[in-house]
């Protein structure tokens, strides 16, 4: 039996280990980072937390004896990614990435690009605007450094300790939201700008859908830089090919 390991955080990490949980050839492990105070339930058995670096990693893949490696992690998760390639190539153990496209803008789309969360606090401008901030919770505090905004900030949990700014509203909850709900929130706040990870998949692009609809200017992080592996762009790509993952070397060692 082999010992899948799918390293989560996202939609479709949960969806390939529904895909997998029935399966007698397989035993599926799904990692979580442990962000999240009430992570959505798993079809397979969770481990919880980070692995200490590559070397935690690289020594996990072999005490649980793992044979093939999904990096099933968010696309703006760029140190994990980094190491689970880091690790995988070390122990021999195959990888692949599960990562959903990455959207591109279309007619309508006011989009400005820029690399980083630094970019983005000052593609915002000098002048007061009114945010839409839907970029989860690590990074927000970045904006404290332009406080004439009015922001509205929207995370899983919620953003402790407060964003240090004269005007933040603050919206807790989890995806999928729809174009609709997503447009009349963007009206009711009056937002004239989004600030939005590119994220790709469906679960979140009704905010940019919306924004197109109403005018509304979307400043775009960037994608980080990932490790050059194996990639899969949906859940189906991803089973296919671990049905035809060669077995590990025997002389993988530990
Ligand atoms: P990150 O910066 O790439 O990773 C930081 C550290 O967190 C890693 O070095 C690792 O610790 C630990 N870690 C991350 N993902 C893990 C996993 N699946 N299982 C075990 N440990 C993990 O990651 P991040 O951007 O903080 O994201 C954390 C988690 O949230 C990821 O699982 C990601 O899929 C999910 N997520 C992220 C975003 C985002 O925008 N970044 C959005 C949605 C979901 P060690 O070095 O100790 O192993």
Redesign the pocket.
Known sequence: MRHILI????SE?RQLAGRLADRRDLKVTL??????AHPAAQPVPV????????D??AAYLANQHIDVLVD????????????AAEAAARMKVPIVALRRKAWTAIAGDNWMEVADIGGAVVALGASPRRVFLA??R??VGAFATAPQHDYLIRS?DPVEPPLDVPRAAYIVARGPFSEDDERALLGQHRIDVVVA?N?GGKATKGKIAAARALGIKVVMLRRPALPDVLTADTVQDAVAWLDHVPAPPPDRGV
């Open positions: 390293l989560g955080g996202t990490a990692s979580l980072a442990g962000r999240t481990r919880v937390g980070g692995f200490g670096g590559i935690g990693l099933a992690t968010h696309p703006y998760a760029a140190t994990m990614a980094a190491h970029i989860g690590k990074e899983v990870k994220s």
